[in-house]
C-alpha cells in the first residue's frame, strides 16, 4: 500500500514494485544523496519486508508470546489468555513506557509500530507529529502508515544522526553500523548488504 502512495506522490507508475526507476525519482524527492538513498532504502526495504508490511503484526501463539515477550507472559496459562489477540497482546506489552498509558489505555494498540521503520509508542509518535507539523496523526496513527510512511523512517535517521553513517560510503563497514543503529543487532545484515550495494548501482 505504502510503496504504491509513495510513487503517486513522486510521479511514477504506480505498480507497487521496487525498480531503478522509483528509486531514482524518491531519492531525488527526498533529496538523498546517492550513498544516503542507497543506505536509507536498503534498511527500509529489509525492515519492511520488501515494502510489504508497514504495520506492526501482533498475531502471535502462546508459544511465540513465551518465546519473544517472556518478561510479559511469565505462565502458559497467562500466554493462552492473550494468543492470537493482537490488540490486547499490543496494549500489554507496550503499557507503560515509551509515553503510552496503561494496558486499559489502549495506547500500546493505537501507537503500534508502524511505518517503513516501525515508528512505536505515543512519544514517538508525539514526537514525529511535531517534526513533520501534522497533529492530526496522534488522533489518526495510520497515517504512518500510509501517507507518512517513509517519512517517519526519515525523521528516524535525523533524530539518531544516522546520515552521518550513509556519508561513509557504502562499503560494509558502514552496512554494519547502520544495520546495529537501526536493528539492535545484526539480523539479516547479508540481504541489508547485497540491497544497499544494488540500490547504490542503481544511481
Known sequence: MSLVELQKKIGVTADGAFGPGTFRKAAAFYKLSPDRAAHFFAQTAH????????????????????????????????????????????????????????????????????????????????????????????????????????????????KNKLWGICDQGVGDGAILALTKRINGGTHGLDDRKAKTKKYAAWL
Not at 503484526?57 to 513465551?66: F, M, P, Q, S
Not at 515509551?98 to 500500546?108: F, H, R, T
Not at 514525529?128 to 504512518?144: E, H, K, T, W
Open 47 to 158: 525492515e519492511s519486508g520488501g515494502f510489504k508490511a508497514f504495520s506492526e503484526n501482533l498475531n502471535y501463539g502462546a508459544k511465540g508470546l513465551r518465546s519473544i515477550f517472556r518478561k510479559y507472559f511469565p505462565t502458559d496459562a497467562m500466554a493462552k489468555a492473550y494468543e492470537r489477540q493482537p490488540k490486547k497482546i499490543a496494549n500489554r506489552v507496550y503499557a507503560n513506557r515509551m509515553g503510552n498509558g496503561d494496558e486499559a489505555s489502549g495506547d500500546g494498540w493505537k501507537f503500534r509500530g508502524r511505518g517503513a521503520l516501525q515508528l512505536t509508542g505515543k512519544a514517538n509518535y508525539q514526537a514525529f507529529a511535531s517534526y513533520i507539523g501534522r497533529p492530526q496523526i496522534m488522533d489518526n496513527p495510520d497515517l504512518v502508515s500510509g501517507e507518512l510512511c517513509f517519512e517517519s523512517a526519515l525523521w528516524f535517521f535525523d
